[in-house]
């Protein structure tokens, strides 16, 4: 394994916890679902807030056209999007930390510093997105650095992330970090795939939020507002399109700085292959839908093109996580983990998921109509 | 030493958890308490002539309350999450694998709790007046009982009732025997915070005259519940192990002598804090226009300090354990602290430390970093330079060994070699009482043998005073 050739250790010396006495509430398959549920729409609200800020950033800095509406349209929406963006990251690591705990608690402590540095970290990217909204009128010389700061941080926090996953997956490599730094004040810099793997997360943005503004374009164009539909359209589409080059290229670049023998495995014709064969084809699809969205502003188009590209999304996180069982394979087997099934809450969990969603659309769709009918007025 | 432990020098781990942990206590308090505050502030504004006024200020309530609770509130949530990870790996593994049906039912009633939020207050000026009070109710309702679910798992851990590592009781640990008083107390205290959060934006008000009805009618919130708390409080007293009281009533030796009373310290911040509030409350009840934005600011500093104190005094009546007859708080597992298993080499056992020469310094180190450090420091919180700048070598070597008598630390993992490692390396802490640890052994060895001299020497002195005693009987019974 040419990532880790500076430092070889035997399996017997690496330092890997043990599994969890208790064993599993569920079957391993049946948390990795929920795993990636709840990741895909973490990755979707991380998409559309920061992919908004970053757009909305440009729209300002370039004086677009329609750059008023639309950071507008940003400023409103972003808050919101951070908020889920948090709240969905939630369920992904909790399954998380059932399924890999003994890794990734062991990667967390080894990065302490930058781990714990998030929290402060998150609550400034977010308090920024609510200043620069709520200031929008009082302190308008703050927008820009307001905005700019909360970006970056966004950027520092996912980077934050990708060291801890990465480091997670190659045990070979804890025990030199945390000798070396106790409290924790580590990064996994020497991991090759850090970079691709963390670009790669950071194109998407652009993608996902791209597609929104075609679809906030075509809504406009609905209401009989053709100049500014024009222009969300038009900044949408380019910014689609800047994402899916980016996400080519880093993604070549991932599969580049991959272990030889992991990144084989994608061709290889195993479940990578079926998970990265499903995520180009969605991808392409969704990339047509996008196309034909923006030119037609068509909103159902666009909405489809968004659905799509969830799915692709969800596509490549089943690829992250068998690339991610692949590395750990020396170490670790699903099979072998203990099943202690907690079938009566998991039940209840069930419940209250499909009585939650009910009752969250039936609100939703009420406070909608009143919206939209004010609006109408 | 299953995971790594991480070292935060000056503060400790513990410590980081504490200071997000009674942010985020405070803050969810208010998010569920405020709930209940918009709920019934949307009857009370519907029955008052100047109802749109009341409403008006209640829009800059709910704005406050939105936007200090999402980001504050959720985010310190998910950073206790991230602390006590990184500072009890094992336990929250065991809480995770454990409740993790539980969590996700929480994460479910959060993820409505946040969405009724924003329906509520993005569709103030488009939802009919019934609606809204629907909103705001279905929020406090559904806030309320993610607290429901947290209260659970918290209360596991100081009383986990007929659970045990090795029936998986469920039911008996989430229904234990802390849950009902810790519920009711945390209902309580959730009230006061709200009452005292609309104090503080009351406090801005420039109209006097709506200033003084607010400030009145939040006031009704913080006094009866002030007056709950401590009735709760007993209640929840009676569920208390009795260790926990022990350690209340007697205190403990702690590592330098004397008593460790911080305990009954915190038990009393929390209680005058609460008593403070409420005499304040009354205080400004009366003369509620005269009410300052630092006085409110004031009180709910006040509440902060309530809270550090009952948080801490919940974390302390749990010492030496983490989750009580289970795992202690150095995530040594119960069953694993048997005399022969605590008897072996303690590098045995662990996975995290590097190569070290026996009885030399980094010995010492890695075994404080592994063993100590999760709620010890060396120079800071919790000390140990501090606490053991009494001892000798001697002395603490053997305080080592009976660690766990003090009633609040977790038996001692290591042999000899281990203790006297350890004990070279705190002692090295002040550079004038430096002393390597192979020297630490020896003294500690000869004052051993010198202490177990006497008791071999017994019956050979004894015989000769018996031989002396008989030969002056015989010398008594010749003069006859």
């Not at chain 2, 009393?268 to 509620?288: K, Q």
Request: glycine share 8%.
């Amino acid at each position: 394994m040419m990532a880790l050739d500076w430092l070889v250790l035997s399996a017997e010396a690496l330092p890997i916890p043990s599994p969890d006495p208790l064993g599993l509430a569920a079957p391993p398959v049946l948390l990795q679902a929920l795993a990636y549920l709840t990741f895909t729409l973490h990755i979707l609200a991380v998409d559309f807030t920061l992919g908004g800020v970053l757009l909305s950033l440009w729209a300002r800095w370039r004086k677009l056209p329609g750059h008023a509406s639309m950071t507008r349209f940003w400023r409103l929406s972003t808050p919101l999007g951070f908020s889920y963006l948090v709240t969905f990251g939630v369920p992904p690591l909790l399954f998380l930390q059932v399924i890999y705990g003994q890794f990734i608690y062991s990667s967390s402590v080894i990065l302490g510093a930058m781990w714990i540095a998030t929290v402060p970290m998150l609550i400034f990217a977010y308090g920024a997105l609510y200043l620069h909204k709520l200031s929008h009128e009082a302190r308008p010389r703050w927008q820009l650095p307001v905005l700019l700061s909360s970006a970056i941080v966004m950027l520092l926090v996912g980077f934050v992330l990708v060291n801890n996953i990465t480091l997670s997956m190659v045990p070979e490599r804890w025990a030199a970090l945390y000798h070396a730094s106790p409290g924790g004040v580590s990064s996994n810099l020497g991991e090759p795939t850090l970079f691709p793997r963390y670009l790669l997360f950071m194109s998407a943005p652009f993608v996902i939020a791209g597609m929104v503004m075609v679809m906030v374009g075509a809504v406009l164009k609905r209401w009989k507002e053709t100049e500014k539909a024009r222009q969300f359209s038009s900044l949408g589409w380019s910014s689609m399109v800047l994402g899916r080059f980016l996400l080519v290229l880093t993604g070549a670049l991932l599969l580049w700085s991959l272990p030889p023998e992991i990144a084989a495995k994608v061709s290889a014709g195993g479940m990578e292959t079926l998970f990265f064969a499903l995520g180009l084809l969605l991808a392409m699809v969704s990339t047509g839908l996008v196309f034909q969205a923006s030119r037609l502003a068509r909103l159902d188009l666009s909405i489809a093109a968004l659905v799509v590209a969830s799915l692709e999304a969800a596509a490549f996180i089943m690829l992250r996580d068998q690339v991610r069982l692949d590395y750990l394979a020396p170490h670790f087997q699903l099979n072998e983990l203990t099943v202690n099934a907690q079938w009566g809450l998991f039940g209840l969990f069930a419940v209250s998921l499909v009585v939650g969603l009910v009752f969250l659309i039936l609100v939703t769709i009420r406070v909608a109509r009143g919206l939209l009918a004010a609006r109408a007025q | 030493m299953n995971y790594p432990v991480w070292n935060v020098p000056g503060i400790g781990a513990g410590l980081v958890v504490a200071i997000i942990a009674t942010i985020h206590v405070l803050i969810s308090h208010f998010a569920i308490g405020g709930g209940a505050f918009l709920a019934v502030a949307e009857f009370w504004s519907d029955r008052q002539a100047d109802g749109e006024r009341i409403r008006a200020w209640l829009h800059k309530f709910a704005t406050f309350f939105l936007v200090f609770t999402t980001v504050f509130g959720a985010v310190t949530g998910v950073g206790i999450w991230f602390s006590i990870q990184l500072a009890s790996p094992e336990a929250t593994s065991l809480l995770i694998h454990q409740f993790v049906f539980a969590w996700a039912t929480e994460w479910i009633v959060f993820l409505a709790e946040l969405s009724v939020l924003y329906l509520y207050y993005y569709g103030w000026k488009t939802n009919s007046r019934s609606f809204q009070r629907f909103l705001a109710a279905a929020y406090f309702v559904i806030a309320w009982f993610s607290l429901f679910v947290i209260n659970g798992i918290l209360t596991f851990m100081l009383t986990p009732g007929s659970w045990t590592l090795q029936n998986h009781d469920i039911a008996g640990a989430f229904f234990n025997p802390g849950f009902w008083p810790a519920l009711f107390i945390r209902t309580a205290v959730m009230m006061l915070i709200a009452g005292l959060g609309a104090m503080l934006v009351a406090s801005r008000l420039h109209d006097d005259a709506l200033k003084a009805r607010i400030v009145s009618f939040s006031a009704k919130w913080v006094i009866p519940a002030a007056l709950l708390v401590p009735l709760f409080g007993y209640w929840y007293w009676s569920t208390l192990p009795g260790s926990s009281i022990d350690l209340f009533q007697s205190g403990a030796t702690g590592v330098g002598g004397g008593k460790m009373a911080s305990i009954n310290r915190f038990f009393w911040l929390s209680v005058i804090s609460g008593g403070l509030i409420m005499v304040s409350t009354m205080v400004i009840a009366l003369r509620p226009k005269a009410l300052h934005t630092s006085a409110a600011v004031a009180l709910m500093l006040l509440a902060l300090f309530g809270v550090v104190g009952a948080e801490f005094f919940r974390e302390m009546a749990r010492k030496p354990y983490v989750i009580k007859d289970t795992l202690y708080s150095n995530a040594l597992w119960v069953h694993d602290a048997t005399p022969e298993q605590l008897a072996q080499p303690y590098f045995s056992a662990s996975r995290w430390e590097p190569e070290t020469q026996p009885l030399s310094l980094e010995h010492g180190e890695w075994v404080y970093r592994l063993q100590c450090a999760t709620c010890h420091t060396l120079n800071g919180y919790r000390g140990l330079k501090g606490y053991t700048a009494q001892w000798t070598p001697v002395s603490g070597v053997r305080f080592l060994e009976t660690l766990e008598a003090q009633g609040v630390m977790p038996p001692f993992q290591g042999n000899v070699d281990d203790r006297a490692a350890l004990t070279s390396f705190l002692l090295s802490l002040d550079p004038e009482r430096a002393i390597a640890g192979s020297d630490v052994k020896i003294l500690y060895e000869q004052a051993q043998e010198a202490q177990q001299a006497p008791q071999a020497a017994l019956p050979f002195v004894g015989s000769l005073l018996l031989a002396a005693e008989r030969g002056a009987q015989g010398a008594k019974e010749g003069l006859r």
